[in-house]
């Protein structure tokens, strides 16, 4: 039963997971056919591919091949992504410094990690915690834009299909770290439900008929 249970609930997260993902193949397909990157934001495309590369390392260092394969194809999505908004952006100088800032950082917590902290046990449980501290800011700044949408009582920068998808990923991954006992994968995604009821009650209470997407910076 607890087999069968958890295995279930890994198909769950794969599929919502990369479907959450999948949601900025939109972004994709307008810059590609604008050739601009007009109102696509670039921050939570480089912000989440660095989440998906330190869940990529948690995921191998734990031997979990959900978080191994959801990742792995999260972090080549968002590096598609990254490239494309790098061709069409007008100012590559910029794109260039942030990519190469956080991917600096990327690289020093690399070797902090597999350098300095030779004990796996102990790595392991420094890696989670620095996921869960990366994740759940990620999961908690799109949380700024309230105060826009409350005072133009509108919903357009948010993203419907994404909202969904983000609470069922959420959802599936908070039950499986759970299920797991592993508490570095279950807490961080609890402000991901949280945030998206937020979201739900923002799209009942100021309703519109059109919407542009809007990506969370989320893993």
Not at 86 to 105: D, H, N, Y
Not at 142 to 170: G, H, Y
Request: proline share 5%; charged share 10%; glycine share 6%.
């Amino acid at each position: 039963m607890w087999a069968t249970g958890l295995r279930l609930l890994s198909w769950a997260c794969l599929v919502f997971t990369l479907g959450m993902f999948g949601t900025g193949l939109s972004d994709l397909r307008q810059m590609s056919l604008t050739r601009s990157v007009e109102n696509v934001q670039f921050l939570p495309f480089l912000t989440t591919d660095i989440n998906n590369l330190s869940w990529l390392s948690y995921g191998f260092l734990k031997g979990d091949g959900t978080l191994i394969i959801v990742n792995a194809v999260g972090a080549a999505l968002q590096s598609l992504y990254i490239v494309v908004y790098f061709c069409f952006s007008p100012e590559k100088g910029a794109v260039l410094l942030k990519t190469i800032a956080l991917l600096t950082v990327l690289l020093l917590g690399y070797c902090y990690f597999n350098l300095l902290v030779p004990d796996v046990p102990t790595r392991l449980n420094r890696l989670g915690l620095f996921c869960s501290l990366f994740t759940i800011a990620m999961y908690i700044s799109p949380l700024a834009d309230l105060a826009k949408i409350v005072k133009s009582r509108s919903t357009r920068c948010l993203s419907f299909p994404l909202t969904v998808t983000t609470f069922l990923a959420s959802s599936c991954w908070t039950m499986y770290g759970l299920l797991l006992q592993d508490l570095y994968i279950a807490v961080p995604n609890v402000p991901g439900i949280v945030t998206s009821l937020v979201r739900f009650w923002l799209f009942w209470h100021f309703p519109t008929e059109h919407q542009k997407p809007y990506r969370l910076l989320q893993a």
